[in-house]
C-alpha cells in the first residue's frame, strides 16, 4: 500500500515487480551478454537505447543465464512521485531477501509518507557483512524526472553496499545523473549503438522469423526483405541503410 500524498492512499500493483516473462524464442546477444556476466560485479549496470531496442529482453535474457533472481521494478508514467516510488522500490528489494524485509518494514508499513532520509541509512546498515549479491533492476528509469527521487539514488549509489547492484533501463542516456560514477569507473554502460543488431545477429532474426511464418502458413514463399538482408549475411555484404537497428528483441 502507498501513500502519493498526505492522505491520499494507492495499492502497488504486484505484476510491476515481477520479472517479464521470456514468452518466444530470442536471438540471444552473445556478445552484451558476456559483457554483463563479466561486469555484474560493478554497483552500477546502465542499459539504455530507444523503444524497441530490446533492453529488458537483454535484462531479461541476461537474469535468466546467470540464474539470478532480481528484485524487478518496471516503472510508469504514474511512479513520479517520491512516495509512490520508493514504495515500489523497497518491496522490490523486500520481496528477494528476508533480511531486506524485516529492515524496510517499518517504512512501508507508514501510512504517511515515507521519509527519503531514512531510506539510505536503512538499506546500508542492513547489508552490513551482506554474502549474497543483490541485483536491482528499475526498468523504463526514463520516466522519472522527479529530483527527490534523482537525488536519493544518486546519494545511494555513493554508498552503496558491495553486494547491492543496481542495473538501470531507459530510453535516454542518463550521463547527467551518474557521470561522476561513470568517472570513477563504477558503471559499465550499454547504449543503444551497442543493442544494434550485428550482421550475424539480424540474419538470424531474418532466418528464424521467416522459418516460423511459413511454419504458420502465414509468409509467402519468398520474401524480398528477409532474402536480401539474408543474403548479404552469409555473402559479407553491407545492409541497407537503417537494417542495423533492427530491435534486439
Known amino acids: 500500500m502507498g501513500t502519493g ?6 495499492l502497488l500493483i504486484d505484476t510491476k515487480l515481477h520479472v517479464p516473462e521470456l514468452k518466444r524464442p530470442m536471438i540471444e546477444r552473445k556478445r552484451l551478454l558476456e559483457l554483463l556476466s563479466a561486469d555484474k560485479d560493478y554497483p552500477l549496470l546502465l542499459v539504455s ?3 524497441g531496442s530490446g533492453k529488458t529482453s537483454l535484462i ?33 528489494l523486500a520481496n528477494v531477501e528476508e533480511r531486506l524485509n524485516a529492515a524496510v518494514r517499518p517504512l512501508l508499513q507508514n501510512l504517511k509518507m515515507i521519509c527519503t532520509d531514512e531510506i539510505i541509512p536503512t538499506l546500508v546498515q542492513s547489508l552490513i557483512g551482506f554474502k549474497k549479491d543483490i541485483y536491482l533492476v528499475l526498468d ?20 552503496l553496499p558491495p553486494r547491492l547492484h543496481i542495473v538501470l533501463v531507459s530510453r535516454y542516456n542518463l550521463d547527467g545523473l551518474f557521470s561522476r560514477f561513470r568517472v570513477q569507473g563504477k558503471t559499465v554502460d ?9 550482421e550475424a545477429e539480424a540474419g538470424r532474426f531474418f532466418f528464424r522469423s521467416r522459418r516460423r511464418a511459413h511454419a504458420l ?27 542495423m537497428g533492427m530491435p534486439g528483441l
Open 49 to 51: 537505447g530507444p523503444a
Open 140 to 159: 523504463d528509469f526514463h520516466h522519472i524526472t522527479h529530483k527527490v527521487i534523482r537525488d536519493v539514488l544518486h546519494r545511494l549509489v555513493q554508498y
Open 5 to 10: 500524498s498526505r492522505g491520499r492512499i494507492s
Open 190 to 198: 550499454i547504449m543503444g549503438s551497442d543493442l544494434a543488431f550485428t
Open 60 to 92: 531479461s535474457q541476461w537474469a535468466a543465464r546467470e540464474k539470478l533472481s532480481p528484485a524487478w521494478y518496471s516503472i510508469d508514467e504514474r511512479d513520479n512521485d517520491p512516495d509512490i516510488f520508493f514504495r515500489y522500490f523497497l518491496t522490490a
Open 217 to 243: 502458413g502465414s509468409y509467402p514463399e519468398t520474401d524480398p526483405v528477409s532474402e536480401r538482408l539474408g543474403c548479404r549475411v552469409s555473402t559479407g555484404g553491407t545492409f541497407p541503410k537503417g537494417a
